[in-house]
């Protein structure tokens, strides 16, 4: 994992956008360095999350592992997103 998404510890979810048409994903975050954070994954064939709050509620990362075709998202709630795709891109903000 680089640099870039090691540093989205703590950072606040805003929002996620799905767009079926083109398959991709943002993921809209506020980090403390930047209030306007875009994580794009593009050629995504799947997304599943959860919403369980487990470890209580939260909006916060805990952690981002990323591997060639996958983006797991671990939200301090204990809740996981998972992506698969074949691109991740990390727009310059």
Do not use: C
């Amino acid at each position: 994992m680089g640099p870039l998404l090691e540093d989205l510890h703590d950072a606040t979810l805003v929002h996620v956008n799905f767009t079926w048409e083109t398959g991709v994903v943002d993921f809209h975050l506020r980090t403390y360095l930047n209030p306007s954070f875009l994580l794009r994954i593009t050629k995504v064939t799947s997304f599943h999350a959860t919403r369980d709050f487990e470890w209580g509620p939260s909006s916060q990362v805990n952690t981002v592992i990323t591997s060639e075709k996958t983006v797991v998202i671990e939200m301090q709630s204990g809740d996981i997103i998972r992506i698969i795709g074949h691109v991740v891109v990390l727009p310059e903000q």
